[in-house]
């Protein structure tokens, strides 16, 4: 669906949980974001609806995201329902890959058709600081079992803190392609000073070629990362929301004050 600037809209990214099992420094204030009550989530079904309708509406690109998506109960089931919907080109995952060991094999088999995987840095001690606990052990683990399930053009997101990690970059680019994998390198955003780049070897931070716009968990349609304005498809209704969440889609982002990032899924 073309919005009012000639911008083919046409990808989802679908927070499917507001919950995480790491509290990464630059995605989560330290003490942590007010839990949502468990029916002010969208359920299963609202998630398989809202992807008709965005289908009907020319989408066919979609990922699933979060706070955390493999730490959603049943998510296997999630991606086999969204997986069959004609009119899925694309359905990936963008994960911490913590819970890959255990899920990997069967996201492949449900239908997942790709993987991102977050991975800020490879000396564990940096690792563990910028998640604020997680071992560096368990998402090399997750990465290794990835390739073993056969998700093949992974690619691996790091955020890059001046001063903290950027002297890791070809590191971790070695470590891509020792993988087969590519990495992106996405400069730590501020959502509240409105702080935003470009993306280091993958597509986003062009506004005037934004193709996206996002769901939150507990059913908002965002028009932009960096912008308050959203619209809820349980009041207004799946395709007027995303009409209006189109229509009033910015030119360019500016900032973004009522949300953390990790409620609205990167
Ligand atoms: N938990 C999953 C993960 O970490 O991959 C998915 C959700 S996370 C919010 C999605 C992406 O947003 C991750 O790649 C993460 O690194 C990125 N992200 C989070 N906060 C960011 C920030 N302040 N600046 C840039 N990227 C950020
Ligand atoms: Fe969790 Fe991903 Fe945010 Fe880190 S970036 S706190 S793993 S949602």
Redesign the pocket.
Known sequence: MLDQYNRDIYYLRIAVTDL?N???TY??PKEGIKLKKHEEILSFEDFFEIVKVAIKLGFYKFRLT???PLVRRGIIDLVKMLAQINGVKTLAMTT?GLLLPQYAKELKKAGLSRLNI?LDSLKPEKYKEI?RGGKLEDVLAGIKSSCEAGFEKTKLNAVIVDGFNDDEKDNLKKFAEENKMKIRFIKKMDLKSGDYYGVEGGEGGDCSICNRIRLTADGKLRSCLFSDYEVDVRQVGIEQAFRQVIGNKPAKGEKSLKRE??EIG?
Do not use: D
């Open positions: 995480c790491l509290r990464c995605c989560m979060g706070g955390e911490n977050s998640t990032m990790i990167g």
